[in-house]
């Protein structure tokens, strides 16, 4: 049996556990201690006293270190006396990054107007050290010197308005990497010999554990807290590796890290023998600087979407063996198709200029589009024949025209047909050298037939005869492309037989719901 397997990327600077290479900013050195009282991580926790004044602690190691790709350095920071501390904008509560005891970014995390009465005074804060220039506006940042690229110090502390009596803030495991990887597990419906897939709470169980305490998914009152990487398929060295993941009923957060950086919380599927199922599992960005992206890469795995609401999220980018069914998408970003199944979903408000980046309209059914005021709902991309099935295009334009809110962007280049079966609200814009058709099925229906009565049936707007047949029953029912109101001329014979009856003609107009009339013939006496 292939057991789970939940690892991190994370490489240990310092844990915290003793004084050395810890010194004190803003004095006050002999204070430092290394003790239990406030320990998020392992045994011990750096802590200070900090009373009326900018203080706190920093870790020296020694020399710079060169940071990956996409690397933040993650700190733990803990606030014994949160309403002692200034604001947020007047760096009530700190973590420091910087190439030297003299060179430093502090980076503002929390103030006496976020901790709150409920707030949590213990988090574990992500820094992008790419950014390590002062801003006068949020997120704060306060710099000291000129911090070089390769950081070399690392700490926290507080501004305090008021006077403690003892040690009020911890500085625990610091840390620097991306973030999770998940791989192995077996499914039986993936061909395994048992169901024992990687989870949410597989690995959170392993992040929360006191002997690591990453920092990355948090178990938080019931739910979970996602900041930085969570790669299912991947090995911690960043190799496409198989995984079996599988889970349900959980609700993701995804921290709005106000130093790190746009990108940084993705969750990615990769190996193109990897399956993730995922039935219910609400995800919500829960602000704007780093909204989360949900990425598929192009090995192609097969993933799974069931129910479900993601809202404000990021970037959404699918494969050919995505299938996403019932799922909510709510004022995300821009979904990319790359031939993924989307059916019966609600894509509500997305911010993008185009909702869904579509390779394949054909695979998109029973879905509703609800416009955010600007934008389209889906922007077409490859030329060809798609039938629109049972989709709704609510809020858009309600004519064709180049006003940007058109319901549908053909921006492929080329010609694009949409067989359209059941849809609403359709509008279009054509990009440079585009042209779309849109040839709408609706039902043609005439009912209290005699059987055996010839149905003539002709579009006296275009002058086109529609049909001209036996009907052998007494309902005659058919299909008809509908692209505008058209007038008809309806006629009914049935004078061949041994009873005979007048011939029946009247007038009427096909619109976008079809046409229905009621057949009243006569005998001719």
């Known amino acids: 049996m292939a057991v789970p397997s939940y690892t991190e990327d994370l490489t240990d600077i310092d844990l915290a556990e003793s004084t050395l290479g810890w010194v004190a900013y803003g004095g006050g050195g002999a204070g430092l201690s290394a003790s239990p009282d406030f320990s998020m991580q392992g045994t011990n926790c750096l802590d200070k006293q900090i009373t009326n004044a900018d203080k706190g602690t920093m870790f020296d190691n020694g020399s710079g270190i060169t940071l990956g790709a996409g690397d933040h350095v993650f700190i733990w920071h803990f606030c014994a006396t949160p309403g002692l501390t200034d604001t947020l904008a007047n760096k009530g509560a700190s973590v420091l990054v910087g190439s030297g005891t003299g060179a430093y970014c502090q980076y503002h995390v929390e103030g006496n107007n976020t901790y ?12 992008d050290y790419a950014v390590r220039t002062a801003n006068a506006s949020a997120p704060y940042r306060t710099i000291t010197g000129s911090p070089a690229a390769n950081p ?4 926290g502390g507080l501004v305090t308005t008021g006077s403690v009596k003892g040690p009020n803030v911890g500085i625990d495991a610091i840390r620097y990497g991306t973030g999770a990887f998940l791989t192995a597990g077996e499914l039986i419906s993936a061909g395994d010999g048992s169901d024992n897939p990687c989870t949410f709470a597989g690995f959170q169980t392993q992040n929360d554990a006191p002997s690591n305490r990453w920092g990355i998914l948090t178990s938080v009152g019931g739910s979970y807290e996602l900041q930085g990487r969570f ?9 496409a590796t198989l995984a079996r993941f599988e889970d349900s009923d959980v609700n993701i957060a995804l921290v709005d890290t106000a130093h790190a950086a746009a990108d940084f919380t993705q969750i990615i599927i990769d190996h193109a023998s990897t399956v993730c199922n995922m039935t219910n599992i609400n995800i919500q960005a829960l602000g704007t600087t780093n909204p989360g992206r949900f990425i598929v890469n ?28 019932g799922t909510v998408l709510r004022s995300t970003d821009q979904i990319t198709q790359n031939g993924a199944t989307l059916t019966n979903c609600t894509i509500d408000q997305n911010s993008a200029a185009s909702a869904l980046l579509s390779d394949n309209p054909g695979l998109v059914s029973g879905c509703t589009f609800v416009s955010d005021g600007t934008g389209h709902a889906i922007e077409i991309t490859t030329p060809g024949t798609y039938t629109f099935t049972d989709n709704i295009l609510s809020g858009y334009a309600g004519t064709d025209g180049s006003t940007g809110n058109e319901a549908i962007y053909n921006n492929s280049g080329g010609a694009v047909t949409i067989n359209n079966s059941g849809s609403s609200g359709i509008t279009v814009r054509n990009g440079t050298s585009a042209t779309t058709t849109v040839n709408s099925a609706v039902t043609l229906e005439l009912t209290g037939l005699i059987a055996g009565s010839r149905v003539y049936v002709e579009n006296t707007t275009d002058t086109v005869v529609l049909f001209n047949e036996i009907e052998a029953t007494t309902t005659f029912t058919d299909s008809v492309n509908y692209t505008a109101d058209k007038a008809l001329r309806v006629r009914i014979r049935n004078a061949s037989g041994v009873t005979k009856y007048k011939p029946f003609e009247t007038t009427g107009t ?16």
């Open 152 to 155: 070399q110090v690392f700490g």
């Open 116 to 127: 709150g009465a409920s707030g949590r005074v213990a988090r574990c804060y992500p820094i």
């Open 298 to 325: 192009s090995a192609n795995p097969e993933v799974n979407v069931t129910g479900g609401t993601w809202t404000a999220i990021g970037i959404i980018t699918l494969r050919s063996n995505s299938t996403f069914d």
């Open 510 to 525: 096909l619109t976008s719901s079809g046409f229905s009339l009621v057949v009243n013939q006569v005998l001719d006496e």
């Open 231 to 239: 790669v299912i398929g991947q090995n911690n060295a960043g190799t």
